[in-house]
């Protein structure tokens, strides 16, 4: 835990510090690339299905980056496997620890499995077990999607993270990240032009206003530092611009893996939504422990 | 170190079970002489920079009074600790009293973020820790290290579940209340003389600090 001075004479503790904020955004990757590979797998044609194997892949590596941070944040690291050994049902972050460990296993299992039957082409069958593994993806995916919303409303000393708008606001964000990988592994064709990033930020506008409203007026000075205090950059800058504005305009100049000019422009979309969940997350993880963290986190 | 002879300081009858442990801090008789948090700190051996029992400096809004509010584990009866560790290491005692079990503590301060009262911290070994009411000393019939170092007996501890227990009727008579309510956690440690800007002004009250050898406030 750090005890951070930042420029008024304050000390801030903050339990969920910057490795939280990691983890979520890598656990965001991992489900929601997972959940658009499945998509591609039971959905696409051979090209599709190839990209979908490697979202899986990427998934895998994604979770376990993001296992390995909370791994890191431990004030006792040596002390993980305490997490799988002991369990306690009322505990959210027990079901996670669950989730995510049972999640990169399976995404592996999968994507060699995937890798050993293949078509003419290359790209992978799905058949015999694997549309049982898939399914089981997805729903693991959606869980972990969703998880972290749980995770902080259990915290009741945090006001602003007790609102159930956070669920589907972290999940829509997680399939937006998975777009964004999708995008730079040329595997979002399908969705090209067809509205689903519109749709998600759109929805994820939404949802952000209507948090933004409900926060009740006895926290107005936690709502203050989000909305125009030190995480306002956050917010407007990394989350609203970057992360939603900048890639819906990119994608109005080219396409993701129409020549060299179009790969280069999806690999700057991609690369601006991600930047954008993660802002999401540490405007929420910080703003949420209400004092002035971020600066003095990052310092 | 020399081990205490509890056999001898043991009364027949003292330390037996209470159905709800509890505490009332009289804060008019608070002298902020910090008794309690040292007596604690030497009684558990904690670590500099750290607290099982806080004392607050509040000043009132209007006027030159300097308050004193006394802050440890509320012992709550919906504990949210309990419920966000996720490897069960805290429990509750018989009593009522929430305890962490060291040996299935993985230090990933889900207690502390859950905490209304920041109560619970992180020790130097990594571990959460916290005011237990001094289980060493409630079970052989000896008041928690605070009540009973309390120059101006301002911290009782009690059975709050036993109408006929001297501190259950002292919380009765003088109408004791809890710190942050709001927070619906149903205190086992309750307050006599609270007052409401109290609770705000805590959120700001100096705390000392050995972090960075300065003196800090806290804000949450």
């Known amino acids: 835990m750090q005890a951070t001075g930042i420029s008024d004479p304050q000390i801030v503790l903050v339990p969920f510090g910057v490795p939280i904020v990691v983890y979520l955004t890598f656990a965001a990757i991992a489900a929601g690339t997972a959940l658009l590979a499945v998509w591609l797998l039971f959905r696409g044609d051979s090209a599709e299905r190839s990209a979908g194997r490697r979202g899986l892949l990427v998934a895998t590596f994604a979770i376990a980056i993001g296992g390995c941070s909370l791994i890191l944040d431990l004030e006792a690291p040596a002390l993980f496997t305490y997490i799988l050994r002991y369990f306690n049902p009322a505990s959210m972050i027990a079901w996670g620890a669950r989730a995510i460990t049972v999640f990169g296993l399976l995404t592996a299992f999968t994507w060699w499995a995937l890798g050993r039957d293949t078509d003419a082409s290359g790209a992978p069958r799905v058949r015999g077990i694997l549309p049982v593994a898939l399914v089981l993806i997805a729903l693991l995916s959606v869980f972990i999607g969703l998880y972290p919303a749980w995770v902080l409303a259990q915290s009741t000393a945090r006001p602003l993270w007790a609102s159930p708008l956070l669920a589907p606001l972290l999940l829509l964000s997680a399939i937006h990240a998975g777009v964004a990988v999708h995008l730079l592994g040329r595997g979002a064709r399908r969705w090209q032009g067809s509205g689903l990033e519109i749709g998600l930020v759109a929805l994820q506008a939404v949802v952000l206003v209507l948090y933004l409203l409900q926060i009740d007026a006895a926290y107005g000075a936690a709502k203050a530092r989000l909305m125009t205090g030190s995480l306002a950059p956050w917010l407007w800058g990394g989350v609203v611009l970057i992360g939603w504005l900048v890639p819906l305009a990119l994608s109005r100049r080219g396409g993701t893996d129409k020549g060299d000019s179009g790969v280069g422009l999806a690999a700057w979309r991609a690369i601006a939504i991600l930047i954008g969940v993660l802002a999401l997350r540490a405007v929420l993880v910080f703003g949420g422990q209400g004092a002035e963290a971020l600066i003095a986190a990052v310092r | ?220």
């Open chain 2, 1 to 220: 170190m020399t081990e205490v002879p509890w056999e001898k300081i043991h009364q027949p009858g003292a330390g037996a079970p209470k159905k709800r442990a509890g505490m009332v801090v009289d804060l008019r008789r608070c002298i902020g002489c910090h008794a309690c948090s040292v007596s604690c700190k030497t009684e558990h051996e904690v670590a500099l920079g750290s607290f099982r029992t806080r004392v607050r400096y509040l000043e009132e809004p209007e006027g030159n009074q300097i308050r004193f509010l006394p802050l440890l584990c509320m012992q709550c009866e919906d504990a949210p600790c309990l419920d966000a560790c996720p490897t069960g290491a805290i429990a509750r005692h018989a009593d009522g009293h929430v305890d962490i079990d060291r040996d299935r503590c993985c230090g990933n301060k889900a207690c502390v973020a859950a905490c209304p009262y920041q109560a619970i911290f992180i020790d130097e070994g990594g571990l959460a820790d916290k005011c237990d009411f001094c289980t060493h000393r409630t079970e052989v019939g000896l008041d928690p290290a605070c009540a009973a170092a309390c120059p101006t007996d301002a911290i009782r501890y009690g059975d709050l579940g036993d109408a006929d227990d001297p501190v259950a009727q002292y919380v009765q008579k003088h109408a004791a209340t809890a710190f942050k309510p709001e927070a619906g956690t149903r205190p086992s440690v309750v307050y006599v003389g609270l007052e409401d800007w109290m609770t705000d002004a805590a959120r700001t009250g100096i705390q000392v600090s050995s972090d960075d050898d300065e003196i800090v406030y806290e804000t949450r």
